[in-house]
């Protein structure tokens, strides 16, 4: 069940009534978890750019696309290393800003993944 996501605004997502203050992951089964980007912290410096290790946590087996809510302003990008796995995994990338991001969430359809990154 893909969960509805009503609202972002900087600093939180809400997901089916539940605010979340923290940049969030949806799983197929519509489990919400909490972004591990220390992943990507660790790489780079940085939790807007999307390493390889964040991009192997993402992803999940079955995933036909993940959408990525890149923050309040589109700061978060992939790594070319995240890209070409996700690409090697058959997953299609919709990288856009939260807000925009959450309405493609809403219409999705199929098996999707998400990432959505509440500041920024």
Request: net charge positive.
């Amino acid at each position: 069940m893909k969960p509805n996501i009503e609202a972002t605004e900087f600093g939180s997502i809400i997901v089916e009534g539940v605010t979340f203050e923290k940049d969030v992951i949806i799983r197929l089964d519509g489990d919400v978890r909490k972004r591990k980007k220390k992943l990507s912290k660790k790489v780079y410096g940085t939790s807007h750019k999307i390493s390889l290790a964040e991009a192997k946590n993402v992803y999940e087996k079955g995933a036909e696309k993940l959408i990525i809510g890149s923050g309040q302003q589109g700061m978060v990008n992939l790594s070319k290393k995240a890209g070409e796995y996700f690409k090697k995994k058959e997953c299609d990338v919709e990288l856009m800003p939260t807000p925009e991001a959450i309405m493609k969430w809403n219409e999705a359809e199929g098996k999707v993944i998400g990432l959505f990154h509440i500041t920024c």
